[in-house]
């Protein structure tokens, strides 16, 4: 069954109620320009109330490696994600130094080529929308049939699926790609931050059943 990572905490109601609802994972986004922000204390503040069960996920953009490791280390992330620039070198760097797992996010153009992030040094590797003027969280999705096979084929049990989904696609979305998970933000909020306890029921419940 396809996982379900709810990206974009910033309330600790909002993380319970995603929790209760069936997400396997928390994304809590460390970028300073990114409308759903969190600082790393009140992530820690969150995290230290929820279940030990629960799997939180830092998203980082071209942070430097020693402030994401300080910041991991201080919020108590079991998962890294990286949604910039970041070169394979310092995917690597990053990886010598952490035992966390790593998820590299990789932009999809019209041509882009997935053969390309073939022996990344990550541990999984996600699949967004790309966009010119900001990193993620734009609210569009990229052509599910032209890159979706290959997708499966390369990355059968480590693929993450980013970009436009909500309530409605998700369930074809799976159906197209067959991810290891599937990322939303903005497709379960009422606005930036805030989670709309609907579309959270609606996105897990048929990401759960496709």
Not at 55 to 67: A, K, L, Y
């Amino acid at each position: 069954m396809t996982k379900v990572k709810i990206c974009g905490i910033t309330k600790l109601e909002d993380a319970k109620l995603v929790l209760d609802r069936g997400a396997d994972e928390l994304g809590f986004n460390f970028y300073r320009e990114s409308k759903r922000y969190i600082s790393p204390g009140n992530a820690r503040g969150i995290i230290d109330r929820l279940p030990s069960t629960s799997r939180s996920i830092g998203v980082f953009v071209n942070e430097d490696v020693e402030e994401l490791i300080s910041i991991a280390a201080l919020v108590g992330l079991d998962g890294i994600q990286l949604h910039g620039d970041e070169d394979m070198a310092y995917v690597s760097r990053l990886q010598s130094h952490t035992e966390r797992f790593i998820i590299k996010s990789f932009r999809v153009t019209p041509d882009f080529l997935v053969s390309d992030v073939l022996g990344w040094p990550s541990d999984f590797a996600l699949f967004d929308t790309h966009s010119t003027d900001q990193y993620g969280g734009t609210g569009a999705t990229f052509d599910w049939n032209r890159f979706g096979s290959e997708i499966h084929l390369s990355f059968p049990r480590t693929a993450y699926l980013a970009g436009g989904l909500n309530p409605e696609n998700v369930a074809e979305a799976i159906r197209i790609v067959s991810p290891y998970a599937v990322d939303v933000a903005s497709g379960v909020e009422s606005s930036p931050g805030e989670k709309d306890r609907k579309k959270v029921e609606s996105f897990i419940r048929n990401a759960k059943n496709a």
